[in-house]
């Protein structure tokens, strides 16, 4: 049993991937779809090898494709591939944007630095915030709006800190 089974699948197996590629559209999905029915066939190989095998997988794939598609409808799907982006060769300058960063969130209150991480960094909305914290969503919006005003600010005031002394100092 085995050595026919071995036997088939080095002869047919390409064959089946790309079948089962094609239906599925997807190389590595095909890949899954044809292991599955390989293992499910290789339980009974006898009686399959004795009729029509190379017939008799192609349906069940496509059998199995049609069923996996229903099973898999409301799981995860995959997404467009960002674009892959060069890392920028100066790290140090971009561990001193995480420290100010990490600095500049500690000014914050403790339920800003809460929303604005939990909309930012966790990508919940206001009503999932809301729960998370036991509030309003109009508190989370308010919290949010203040502590990006605050962060603004201190960045503006930065930014614009070494121009205002040069006019001042400048004659007048």
Same mark, same amino acid.
């Given at each position: 049993?085995?050595?026919?089974?071995?036997?088939?699948?080095?002869?047919?197996?390409?064959?089946?991937?790309?079948?089962?590629?094609?239906?599925?559209?997807?190389? &590595? &999905?095909?890949?899954?779809?044809?292991?599955?029915?390989?293992?499910?066939?290789?339980?009974?190989?006898?009686?399959?090898?004795?009729?029509?095998?190379?017939?008799?997988?192609?349906?069940?794939?496509?059998?199995? &494709?049609?069923?996996?598609?229903?099973?898999?409808?409301?799981?995860?799907?995959?997404?467009?591939?960002?674009?892959?982006?060069?890392?920028?060769?100066?790290?140090?300058?971009?561990?001193?944007?995480?420290?100010?960063?990490?600095?500049?969130?500690?000014?914050?209150?403790?339920?800003?630095?809460?929303?604005?991480?939990?909309?930012?960094?966790?990508?919940?909305?206001?009503?999932?915030?809301?729960?998370?914290?036991?509030?309003?969503?109009?508190?989370?919006?308010?919290?949010?709006?203040?502590?990006?005003?605050?962060?603004?600010?201190?960045?503006?005031?930065?930014?614009?800190?070494?121009?205002?002394?040069?006019?001042?100092?400048?004659?007048?």
């Amino acid at each position: 049993m085995r050595s026919g089974f071995e036997e088939f699948v080095t002869a047919r197996g390409d064959a089946l991937r790309r079948f089962a590629y094609l239906l599925c559209g997807d190389r &590595h &999905h095909g890949e899954d779809l044809v292991q599955e029915v390989l293992v499910k066939a290789y339980r009974r190989w006898s009686r399959i090898e004795a009729d029509q095998p190379d017939r008799y997988l192609r349906t069940a794939l496509v059998r199995s &494709h049609v069923s996996w598609l229903r099973r898999m409808s409301n799981r995860e799907r995959p997404g467009a591939v960002a674009e892959e982006r060069p890392v920028p060769g100066d790290l140090a300058a971009d561990q001193a944007m995480r420290d100010d960063l990490w600095t500049r969130l500690g000014l914050l209150s403790r339920t800003q630095r809460a929303v604005l991480v939990l909309r930012y960094y966790e990508d919940l909305d206001d009503k999932q915030i809301a729960e998370v914290l036991r509030c309003s969503p109009v508190t989370v919006r308010v919290h949010a709006g203040r502590g990006l005003a605050r962060l603004r600010a201190e960045l503006t005031a930065e930014r614009a800190g070494p121009a205002t002394e040069k006019k001042e100092g400048a004659p007048s």
